[in-house]
């Protein structure tokens, strides 16, 4: 979750700056059910609270367009293999 939470918060301060919106401070907040020892999650899940001057419909955009490039998230949603090369 703190992967999913991290890129988002990153991805999200490269778009504002990409669409000009001001940002003073972000928070989010991931959480997710795991319902047993190397089960893959479930119920995939997050919030995000903006600080903005920027107008509210300006922010409500910006999250929703991070959300749509976030790479962590694309990745998750994808089903992606993680395959282990060791030795």
């Known amino acids: 979750m703190l992967a999913l939470a991290t890129c988002y918060c990153n991805d999200l301060y490269r778009e504002a700056e990409r669409l000009h919106i001001p940002v003073e401070g972000v928070v989010v907040e991931a959480t997710a059910d795991f ?7 479930t119920n995939i899940r997050y919030a ?23 790479e ?16």
């Open 35 to 41: 319902p047993g020892i190397g089960l893959a999650a």
């Open 72 to 87: 962590v998230h694309n990745t998750i949603r994808a089903g992606a293999a993680v395959v282990l090369n060791n030795g």
């Open 48 to 70: 995000v609270m903006v600080s903005s001057p920027a107008k509210a419909e300006d922010v409500a955009e910006l999250v929703r367009q991070t959300d749509a490039v976030a």
